[in-house]
């Protein structure tokens, strides 16, 4: 979009170069599958192709006119991360070279956002990453727990050589090397983190909301000399929250911080895994268009902003600009990245296909979002063990044990036979932590009931389809809920029993509450086994944030599973799984098609 305020000049083009929660994906490998990378459109995934397209940029527009940024989530999302995070990780005595920092550096990034998932591993697994790093890593509303000030660089300012260096015109920046262009790149992360990992940044790390931050940080860069300003923001575009009022600030501002905040030219946003090749946001103080691009997830894509710089009173404007995004399924990988990393790549193969026991029949967690499955009550036992063996001897070891997991993963399985690590990661593929709640009879109807939300609402029994029934649009969901922020809960030594009436309104759904056989009162007091995400406000549960902690070992949901296979050798379904809970219209059961149980 051009500038109609300033002057046709000779002109310049950077090129800004962008990636986005890659979460692990070098190779286009899956790992939970041990097979290439495939999903329903065959995108691939990694920075092996994304690196092929990095290079073919650079070739066509040069080297010294390309820039190439990340808008965060980088070290959690697949084993790969999890292994050198955890089993083999980099803060360790002998520490390994993180395979997506070796991988970083051989593409050749110019800088980097923090994204939420950054701090998933703690703050010293995260400063062991950044000192791998040969780029900086930003986190300009990352700010230390008492003063207040940045604990992580807020901006960049990179000199980029303007043309041949032939010759400078009047009043622009020069030196022995010949004209530049200063870049400005800040780093925004959304302030999410804060429930999000809360037991490790809680006291050391704090975070501003993103359009207050930037109000602070954009005047600066310009006073540092930028003449184009450029923001990583991990944070997506629609101004939508999953923590609800938990926080003052939205979770999803880059929209917000276009319009609100002078001064920014372009944005490359991060977090929401949205495809957004182009888009333009006024500016409400000065009407300028600021350029909004995010390239998906996992490597999928990779955007490409052209910002063509005109000479304006003597300083580089941007007077036109334009993005899209390249696919990184079209080429093939780059064999220096493949090359650089293959040899973690095969020990993590070798780790995730190791047995650790076996199963009496196959559990599968296709349908888990619309019908009980044992896959879902196997969670939930190991979850519901965990807490209730932590508690034995304290004044809580009496009360009933509960569990909430949430379908995460359809395509994952545990097959009939031996099982592997991969098998058990497949089913929970998030790197939370476990921790038990006091909880009581009405607050496990009013969690159920907010779950409950999850789905459309619908006359008659069906036949149904899945996507008929899943998925609703609310206010806290407008694109529809996610998979992740629907719950299902389970006893674990008597069976809790619901029914979810979907033919009737959200806050009246849940229908015959029974433990044990016998309802449940408001006064009945529970523990309830739940993950990190949710307790800290993840979702916006109800009751869930204020409600007395009874265990927080800060241990891994997914390690505490992988230990039971271990321990117990096998698995059989028959000993934990009851069909709890069922979906019905006005008290009947509801039929759904047979495609949904494939």
């Not at 290439?36 to 073919?56: C, F, M, P, Q, W």
């Not at 989530?73 to 390994?96: C, E, K, S, V």
């Not at 800088?111 to 300009?140: D, K």
């Amino acid at each position: 979009m051009s500038r109609p305020d300033l002057p046709a000049t000779e002109g310049f083009r950077l090129t800004v170069l962008g990636t986005t929660d890659t979460h692990g994906h070098i190779l286009n490998w899956d790992y939970y599958t041990d097979a290439e990378y495939d999903d329903a459109r065959h995108n691939d995934v990694g920075l092996a192709k994304i690196s092929t397209l990095v290079n073919t940029m650079r070739a066509e527009r040069g080297w010294c006119a390309t820039l190439t940024l990340d808008a965060g989530d980088t070290i959690q999302g697949t084993p790969l991360a999890y292994y050198y995070a955890r089993i083999d990780p980099i803060t360790g005595a002998a520490a390994p070279i993180h395979p997506m920092a070796a991988a970083m550096n051989a593409i050749g990034f110019d800088a980097a956002a923090l994204g939420n998932h950054e701090f998933n591993y703690g703050i010293e697994t995260l400063r062991g990453f950044q000192s791998q790093l040969r780029h900086p890593l930003l986190g300009a509303n990352a700010l230390d727990w008492d003063t207040g000030e940045p604990v992580f660089d807020e901006f960049i300012i990179k000199d980029v050589p303007v043309g041949d260096h032939r010759g400078h015109q009047r009043g622009h920046r020069h030196d022995e090397h010949g004209e530049f262009v200063r870049i400005g790149i800040v780093g925004l992360v959304t302030p999410g983190c804060a429930i999000w990992d809360k037991a490790s940044l809680e006291g050391r790390i704090r975070f501003n909301g993103i359009v207050e931050q930037a109000r602070l940080v954009i005047p600066k860069v310009q006073q540092a000399g930028a003449d184009v300003v450029i923001v990583c923001c991990h944070s997506g575009t629609d101004t939508s929250s999953s923590y609800g009022d938990a926080l003052p600030w939205p979770e999803n501002a880059s929209t917000l911080l276009a319009q609100e905040v002078p001064g920014i030219d372009a944005i490359l946003v991060g977090h929401a895994h949205q495809e957004i090749g182009q888009r333009f946001v006024p500016n409400t103080a000065t009407g300028k268009q600021v350029l909004l691009s995010e390239p998906l997830r996992f490597g999928h894509r990779l955007t490409v902003m052209d910002l063509d710089l005109v000479s304006h009173r003597g300083r580089w404007q941007v007077g036109s600009a334009s993005a899209r995004v390249l696919n990184t399924s079209l080429v093939d990988a780059d064999d220096t990245i493949v090359s650089l990393v293959l040899e973690q790549h095969e020990k993590v193969r070798g780790y995730v296909n190791s047995v650790i026991g076996a199963c009496t029949f196959a559990m599968s967690a296709a349908a888990s979002r619309y019908q009980h499955t044992a896959a879902m009550d196997f969670l939930n036992h190991v979850q519901g063990v965990a807490v209730k063996q932590a508690l034995a001897g304290s004044p809580s070891a009496s009360l009933p044990v509960l569990s909430i997991v949430s379908p995460f993963n359809a395509a994952a399985a545990i097959p009939a036979g031996e099982v592997t690590v991969r098998d058990v990661a497949g089913l929970y593929i998030f790197d939370n932590t476990l921790l038990g709640i006091a909880f009581t009879g009405a607050q496990v109807r009013q969690y159920l009931e907010y779950s409950a939300a999850y789905f459309k609402q619908v006359s008659g029994t069906g036949p149904f389809s899945p996507m008929q029934l899943i998925r609703a649009v609310t206010s806290r969901a407008p694109k529809g809920t996610s998979d992740h922020n629907y719950d299902i809960m389970s006893g674990l030594d008597a069976p809790l029993t619901y029914d979810i009436d979907i033919a009737r309104e959200v806050g009246s759904r849940i229908r015959n509450l029974h433990y044990g056989g016998s309802p449940v009162t408001d006064e009945q007091r529970f523990v309830l086994a739940i993950n990190n995400y949710r307790q800290s406000g993840g979702g916006n549960f109800p009751a869930v944030t204020t409600a007395p902690v009874l265990y927080d070992a800060q241990v891994e949901v997914r390690q505490l599973i992988i230990d039971w296979v271990s321990a117990a050798g096998v698995i059989d379904p028959a000993v934990f799984s009851d069909v709890d809970w069922r979906l019905v219209s006005d008290g009947q059961p509801i039929r759904i098609t047979a495609e949904s149980t494939r």
